[in-house]
């Protein structure tokens, strides 16, 4: 079985452009998460999206936004970028209900800002 | 809110021996669980451990093995035998437990290194 695909693996803009990022969950999977991985901050939820619907938000301003397609691929878009949004941006699926409760990660898509 | 403390920045083991990795967290929560990830170098978080806060029998993965302390709000991983693919950072997370939820809090990580 595939594992959680992260596209791009890396990629570099300035400030003021904006960026979009893909995930493509785990087939079956119909939750994906989004977490930023910065050193200052660690590891911090953005979101998080069930069967098209957002169902958990994280604490990050508005030009942070996502979305889910009903083939359960995700993407996050971050517009009028700024220094502080340059980190490692890592997206997780998982079944989305139950005690389960797994999360498999991508391996993340490297942002940086200049 | 869910907070998830991991007090030691860096470790260092020697192979073959054992090291423990320590974790508190808070919550006003019965029913949660909580993890060990490992991020080697190459970024893709690896689920290392499960436990689940209703179950009083502590985790066990092979080499891998924690100390659930539900009152004192420990959480912490053992590792025995340690190897040198043990080396990279490590992540403990806490989930409420819910159908409807799968935010992941975690700790700050903790480097463990792993001498030959």
């Known amino acids: 079985k595939a594992g959680v695909t992260q596209t791009p693996r890396y990629l570099i803009k300035t400030r003021g452009q904006q960026v979009t990022l893909s995930c493509s969950p785990i087939?079956?999977?119909?939750?994906v998460s989004w977490y930023q991985q910065t050193p200052g901050q660690g590891l911090q939820f953005l979101f998080e999206y069930f069967s098209e619907t957002q169902r958990n938000k994280g604490n990050f301003p508005g030009r942070f936004s996502g979305r889910q397609f009903s083939n359960s691929r995700s993407e996050m878009n971050v517009s009028t970028l700024e220094l502080g949004d340059s980190a490692l941006y890592l997206c997780?699926?998982?079944?989305?209900?139950?005690?389960?409760?797994?999360?498999?990660f991508g391996e993340g898509s490297r942002l940086t800002v200049l | 809110a869910q907070t998830v403390t991991q007090s030691q920045p860096e470790m260092s083991v020697q192979e073959a021996e054992t090291v423990t990795l320590s974790c508190t967290y808070d919550?006003?929560?019965?029913?949660?669980?909580l993890f060990w990830y490992k991020q080697p170098p190459s970024r893709q978080m690896i689920l290392v451990i499960r436990?689940?806060?209703?179950?009083?029998q502590n985790a066990t993965e092979n080499r891998f093995s924690v100390n659930f302390q539900k009152a004192a709000k420990s959480f912490s991983l053992k590792i025995s035998d340690s190897q040198l693919g043990d080396a990279a950072m490590y992540f403990c997370?806490?989930?409420?437990?819910?159908?409807?939820?799968?935010?992941?809090?975690f700790g700050k990580g903790i480097t463990l290194s792993v001498r030959p």
């Open positions: 997780a699926s998982s079944q989305g209900r139950g005690r389960t409760g797994e999360l498999f």
């Open positions: 087939s079956g999977h119909r939750s």
């Open positions: 997370a806490y989930r409420d437990y819910t159908g409807a939820n799968s935010k992941l809090t």
């Open positions: 436990q689940e806060a209703y179950k009083q």
């Open positions: 919550t006003s929560e019965s029913d949660y669980y």
